[in-house]
């Protein structure tokens, strides 16, 4: 019998406002593995969501992305990251006010720091914004897993006004934009 071959997983933590918005769209994802909601940027260890909410400890809401390269790559993961929030508004998604909501990529290497910087500068060159992008680019330190009530949660209330409001017109645009990139909805 011959052996198979382990899959070469990667891993982006990117904020982009609400990580229940975040996570909800990269679950969609083909060669997205597992999306965990947390906090990541801070100084602060093992944050809780009400400490995080008070946009004082440093971190971030985050994503953690594990993805299969060979079907999705950590460009494309960028490029639908900045086309589902607005990288434009400074340490504000919409409804959603404080550092906690900044617009972040925690790079894990000088390889990916590369790419979102050419992302960027993409994105900037094809005036896709009317204003300039205020992502920040970090240098991933720690992430902190959100408490269990956070994970899949458009999911789970997909009801709840925000998750109308907000997280379902990113799905449409998702859908509009990167069809072909999506898992099979069964």
Known sequence: M??????????????????????????????????EPGYSGGKLENPTYE???????????????????NVISYKEILEIFFSTHDPTTLNRQGPDVGTQY????????????????????????????????VTQLEPFRVFYEAEDYHRNYFKRHPEQPYCSLVIAPKFAKLRELYLSKLKLQV
């Open 2 to 35: 011959k052996p198979t071959a382990t899959k070469r997983m990667e891993v982006a933590t990117l904020g982009g406002g609400c990580f229940w918005c975040t996570e909800a769209v990269f679950t969609q994802l083909k060669g997205v593995e597992k999306v």
């Open 51 to 69: 400490q995080v909410s008070t946009g004082t400890t440093g971190h971030a809401e985050a994503v953690q992305i594990t993805f299969d390269p």
């Open 102 to 133: 900044r617009s972040v990529i925690f790079y894990r290497n000088d390889e990916q720091k590369a790419i979102a910087e050419q992302v960027i500068k993409e994105i900037t060159e094809e005036k896709i914004f009317d204003a300039p992008i």
